[in-house]
């Protein structure tokens, strides 16, 4: 079933949209902003806990698509322990992976995240791997509360 | 209704043979926008092939020719929604700018601080954020009247809701989110018991049902070309002469104008007074030829069939485990709006797509409607006359193998 278009779907995405992880409030955190994608309607509030510029904890709140929410729910398994400029740099990456044709040797580099990959077949649908990262960015340099795709 | 020619209309939209991801295409996107017959596509080529020149301009034949074409296509109009006269049909870019043009003409003459516009909570944000525009500018409130968890218009608020200061009724003919058609005989005649000018947004009924200005005494009603199988960047405003005669322009340029000197300036009689600049003069000829395309079908004989649609697919629907329909109105126009418990609705449209079929996802420009029913967005296949019944067990089986596969 939906053979065409399991490089979006996979099955990997389908477990985190059952299974998000770290799906909670983290209590007294030092980064909290708030990501929208008024287009769908998505809505995410990314929890961080800094300790010497290290990310030592990573959760989230909200509802979203089955993209968006395996997106946020990988990202924040993969930031935890990851210093800001080294989670600034996955970004890099993942921003590339998503939105460029020819991205394909960093694949490896970027780990889980990979499974995102297909995204980038799918214009309409790039925003909603994306949104978690873009959150991310603003949580990191701690510029605003709240975030927009639009 | 087994009569209604449904393959001979399907072979009339060349856009119906296309594949999307190597499947046929089942296009149910029909409330955002309709595909265009054969006829509108060669009625706008011939015009540029054979007839083109500026209108209302030059002595020259093409420019007669090409005038000719586009008075002809708003005879179209005054007689497909029996208009009394064709002063009374001004084009526009389309519903929303038929919407702008009251609230910035008739609106700033006639609504004043204090003054109230009423309009429903079911509005697409065209009919919600000119008269915000309105209302920030000259201190008029905008009040909203509310509907029940069916979709419908609560008709006892919305009379409560009228007053003394009510200058203004602004409501869909028919909701683009939830299908809903509205009770507009009984708004219109609460309306004219209070001298109320009332503003009908026609953009989802004008393509599926029949539609008479003068049996419905409404003041105004808006409808967009690209709904009703005309080309995108054409739209209608009627408006009642007396109405529309009392109006100020809306923009002012060439053909809104008999005469200008640097001190003073006479405008145009109607309905040119409201058009200024050279006119969209293809995508006029292209809703002409749409309007004469669903005059032979008879909207009528369109509303019986797509209201057979709606049955089917709702039906259809409902004995979906975990489908859930928003928008159950009695009175209902062919669109099926529905939410899945734990699937999102881009989910749902982007797996529809993979096989081939084309339905919205989103809030639809009505945001107030996804906060009243509590959900970010909705999925919507809403249906036109090339759909059938073939198509919607398309659809249906596609829900059922994506609820199956995401296993939520």
Sequence with gaps: MFDAIRDLYQEVIFDHNRNPRNFRVLANPDRTVE????????????????????????????????????SVSLMTEVIKGKTANEAEQLFQQFHAMTTSKEADSDLAAIGKLAVLAGVREYPARVKCATLAWHTLDAALKNKRQSISTE | MSTFPVAKIRADFPILKEKIANQPLVYLDNAATCQKPQAVI??????????????????????????????????????????????????VKGTTEAINLIAQTFGRVNIKAGDE???????????????????????ALLKVAPINLQGELIVAEFERLISAKTKLIAVAHMSNALGTINPVTEIIA???????????????????????????DCDFYAFSGHKLYAPSGIGVLYGKQAR??????????????????????????????????????????GLGAAIDYLTALGMDNIAAYEAQLLRYATQKAQAIDGLKIIGEANNKGAILSFIIAKIHPHDIGTLLDSLGVAIRAGHHCAMPVMDFFAVPATARASFAIYNTQAEIDVLIKGIEQLIEVFDV
């Design chain 1, 35 to 70: 990501g929208f994608n008024p287009l769908c309607g998505d809505r995410l509030t990314l929890f961080l806990k800094l300790h010497n510029n290290t990310i030592i904890d990573a959760s989230f709140q909200g509802s979203g698509c089955a993209i968006s929410t395996a």
């Design chain 2, 42 to 91: 060669d009625s706008m080529s011939h015009l540029y092939s054979h007839d083109y020149a500026n209108v209302h301009r030059g002595v020259h034949t093409l420019s007669v020719r090409a005038t000719e074409r586009y008075n002809g296509a708003r005879e179209k109009v005054k007689n497909f929604i029996n208009a009394a006269s064709s002063k009374e049909i001004i084009f």
């Design chain 2, 117 to 139: 516009i009423l309009i429903s909570a079911m509005e697409h944000h065209s009919n919600i954020v000119p008269w915000q525009l309105l209302c920030k500018a000259n201190g």
């Design chain 2, 190 to 216: 609460l309306a004219k018991a209070h001298r109320i000018a009332v503003l009908l947004d026609g953009a989802q009924a004008a393509p599926h049902m029949p539609v008479d200005v003068q049996a419905l």
């Design chain 2, 244 to 285: 529309l005669e009392a109006m100020p322009p809306y923009q002012g340029g060439g053909d809104m104008i008999s005469k200008v000197t640097f001190a003073a300036t006479e405008y145009s009689g109607l309905p040119y007074k409201f058009e200024a600049g050279t006119p969209n003069i293809a995508a006029v000829v």
